[in-house]
């Protein structure tokens, strides 16, 4: 009787802590035929992530009571037609590995983030997408993935943090009235004895939600040498009429020197059946090269957890612009098209 009760209150010790506490493994596996057409050279592959990112990561949290966790999230991308992990990259900050920016075996290169998060918002250390990064992907109806991606990215002249930073500090504001704010600031780890502190930056997102109504604007200035950095700003919205989300994106990346490089998205999506139509046209313009695209898709959604989708896209390049799809070679002032055909499935 008296081991049963040792053993009935070591249960109950152990069910608290894991009541307390949880880790959770998560992944996409996406796989695309992709058709590249150009005026010089066309390309056909069997590649990835032409609809979501194709990932594994883990991600943990740990009630710390009181209203306070703590959490992690390392997330790793995947190469998954050919098996190999997907490289990270310098960034950021001074180039510290020959390998880095080369295949390589699995690393976290999407995310490597540890935070203490409570009423008051969270605080996320790490490597991590850069707020004036996350407009792109919520505002494009093609989440910056596959051949329907926005040119305004594609073209971007945001440089080293366009899409995420490395060393960074952030702070994730809780929702007040529709109204959230998220603030990073990231280093380049460079000597204080150094001319230039390249690679350290900060940037700022201001949101605001109601209901079908969404609002974005984000800044961000990063340095890039002694005297020159690149400030990026962006402002988006979207608002969903219940038989279609429309929405749109503007930014403006300013590199010291340099034209401005400018580009916006206009697109919907638009439910159908058992799936969405996705399309959308994005533009990209630094002054004189200018490119135009527009792309038009389909998701037909067996489950929550699988999907096949389609995209055709097609651009226009002028002003010496030689842009291409899908690994396809166009000349300056050259077009392109390029198709996706595909398979996701989540876990």
Do not use: C
Request: glycine residues 14%; neutral net charge.
């Amino acid at each position: 009787m008296k081991r049963s009760l040792i053993a009935l209150a070591a249960l109950a010790v152990v069910g608290a802590a894991s009541a307390q506490s949880s880790v959770t493994m998560f992944g996409v596996v996406d796989a695309t035929l992709a058709f590249g057409n150009g005026d010089t050279a066309n390309k056909t592959q069997l590649t990835n992530s032409g609809y979501n990112s194709s990932r594994f990561g883990v991600r943990g949290v740990e009630d710390l009571g009181g209203g306070l966790k703590a959490s992690f999230h390392l997330e790793a991308g995947v190469n998954n037609d050919n098996g190999a992990g997907a490289a990270t990259n310098d960034n950021n900050q001074a180039a510290v590995s020959t390998t880095i920016g080369r295949t390589q075996g699995l690393t976290f290169n999407r995310k490597s983030v540890v935070s203490l998060m409570g009423g008051m918002g969270e605080i996320r250390l790490g490597r991590d997408y850069t707020p004036q990064f996350w407009s792109f992907t919520v505002f494009d109806p093609f989440g910056t993935n596959g051949v329907g991606t926005t040119q305004a990215l594609n073209s971007s002249g945001g440089g080293q943090t366009i899409v995420r930073a490395s060393n960074s500090i952030a702070y994730l504001s809780p929702t007040v009235s529709g109204f959230a704010v998220w603030a990073q600031t990231y280093f380049g780890e460079n000597l204080s004895t150094a001319a230039s502190q390249a690679g350290d930056g900060s940037a700022v997102r201001l949101t605001y939600d109601n209901g079908p109504l969404s609002l974005a604007l984000a800044y961000a200035k990063t340095t890039t040498s002694a005297s020159t950095d690149v400030q990026t700003t962006n402002v988006a919205g979207s608002y969903n009429l219940g038989v279609a989300q429309l929405m749109g994106f503007w930014n403006k990346d300013a590199n010291t020197g340099v034209a401005d490089v400018t580009g916006y998205t206009l697109g919907a999506l638009i439910p159908a059946g058992p799936g969405t139509v996705r399309v959308s046209f994005s533009n990209s313009d630094n002054g004189t090269a200018k490119t135009d695209k527009f792309a038009l898709g389909y998701v037909y959604d067996f489950s929550k957890r699988t999907s096949v989708y389609g995209t055709f896209a097609s651009l226009s390049n002028s002003g010496g612009a030689a842009q291409a799809l899908n690994g396809a070679v166009t000349p300056a002032n050259g077009s392109s098209t390029g198709f996706d055909l595909g398979i996701k499935h989540t876990f």
